[in-house]
């Protein structure tokens, strides 16, 4: 019989549904899932709810304003701004001082999809956070600060 080794019992107590990394990806995705599903009739997905919010509601009206904002890279933004306005969703124009530099702005319908599509998304972050008390909500904040600090600050994709 074999003598069991520290890397046996080390096999032997994982679990990966008790592993950090898994429970946080599991719960950032079925937020997501909820999400996507109540924006989809409304033809729009979380991305471009992020852009529609960062521009109407948080007042954000540059490309690179918008990455920073929502911690993606430059390319991959570009991609979603250049599709959302063929669709209609925002205008894209030339600041007026420094013709380098793009300006964002929301269309009627971009306003109108904001609009529409703000409750459901309060509604959505009330389901995950009526789970917890205030103390526990504050304390989560600080705990995923915690965990982001320090990282790459820019994401391929969200």
């Not at 948080?58 to 570009?78: H, K």
């Not at 972050?125 to 205030?134: G, I, Q």
Request: glycine letters at 6%; proline letters at 4%; one cysteine or more.
């Amino acid at each position: 019989m074999r003598e069991e080794t520290v890397e046996d019992r080390q096999l032997a107590e994982y679990a990966l549904r008790q592993q950090l990394g898994f429970k946080l990806s599991r719960t950032s995705r079925l937020m997501q899932q909820r999400l996507e599903a109540v924006l989809a009739p409304q033809g729009l997905t979380r991305l471009t709810w992020c852009v529609l919010s960062s521009i109407g509601l948080e007042g954000i009206s540059t490309p690179s304003g918008i990455a920073d904002n929502l911690g993606v890279t430059r390319p991959m933004l570009s991609r979603l701004i250049k599709a959302m306005s063929r669709d209609g969703l925002i205008e894209i124009t030339l600041d007026p001082d420094d013709g380098r530099n793009r300006q964002l702005t929301l269309t009627a319908a971009g306003r109108c999809k904001l609009m529409a599509c703000k409750p459901l998304v309060q509604d959505n972050n009330t389901h995950f956070s009526r789970k917890l008390t205030a103390a526990q909500m504050q304390a989560l904040h600080e705990l995923v600060d915690l965990l982001i600090d320090g990282e790459a600050p820019y994401l391929d994709s969200l």
